[in-house]
């Protein structure tokens, strides 16, 4: 089945801004959603559709998705974004849900 | 508002079953599909299954494809989990999330854990 590879880590200053991909075969023709993890709590969805956001979700954080990478973005890092992000998509051919391992975003 | 919560974890032994269930409200239920999401203890998300949301339809993860079985009731805006044959690996929380448009999660529980 279609297989998504995230970097186990990122860390970035303060005020930086911090990027996140999901590398895939051919992930730009494919819809890719995000969801954030903080320590202990339930995922939430910051961007879908590559690069929409929900309500609420500030808009230092925004998505892209081209080529065989998809990327979350965010600017301005803030201690509060220190979290756990997922790339997911749906593979039509396994019909199956397929989460990426993962990114543990780390601030300094 | 949306609330997804979900009740009916525990420790169990191996090869024994367990019922989870996933009780909704805030939103139209008869019309969205659940999935159910699981994490292991320091691991990453691992998608278990979806049901339609008339229940015609379901998928599987490979990991749990014939032990475990998803269905819901419309008229108690509830969808269950039951998981046989449970193994050690089974351990985790789980999750269940509404899905929104291209099959994004857009609202989750607080999940239940499930020690195997």
């Known amino acids: 089945s279609y297989v998504v590879i995230q970097p186990p880590s990122v860390s970035v200053a303060p005020g930086k801004t911090a990027t996140i991909s999901c590398g895939g075969d051919?992930?730009?023709?494919?819809?890719v959603h995000w969801y954030q993890q903080r320590a202990g709590k339930a995922p939430v969805l910051v961007i879908y559709?590559?690069?929409e956001r929900p309500s609420g979700v500030p808009e230092r954080l925004s998505g892209s998705n081209s080529g065989n990478t998809a990327t979350l973005t965010i600017s301005r890092v803030e201690a509060g974004d220190e979290a756990d992000y997922y790339c997911?998509?749906?593979?039509?051919?396994?019909?199956?849900?397929?989460f990426g391992g993962g990114t543990k975003l780390t601030v300094l | 508002q949306v609330q997804l919560v979900e009740s009916g974890g525990g420790v169990v032994q191996p090869g024994k079953s367990l019922r989870l269930s996933c009780a909704a409200s805030?939103?139209?239920?008869?019309?969205?599909?659940i999935h159910w999401v699981r994490q292991a203890p320091g691991k990453g998300l691992e998608w278990v299954a979806v049901i339609s949301y008339d229940g015609t339809t379901t998928y599987y993860a490979d990991s749990v494809k014939g032990r475990f079985s998803i269905s819901r009731d419309n008229s108690k805006n509830n969808v269950a989990l039951q998981m046989n044959s449970l193994r050690p690996e089974d351990t985790a929380i789980y999750y269940c999330?509404?899905?929104?448009?291209?099959?994004?999660?857009?609202?989750w529980g607080l999940g239940t854990l499930v020690t195997v």
């Open positions: 051919d992930i730009g023709n494919r819809v």
């Open positions: 997911q998509l749906w593979d039509t051919t396994s019909d199956h849900v397929v």
């Open positions: 805030g939103f139209a239920f008869s019309s969205d599909a």
């Open positions: 559709s590559g690069s």
């Open positions: 999330a509404r899905e929104g448009s291209y099959i994004r999660m857009d609202s």
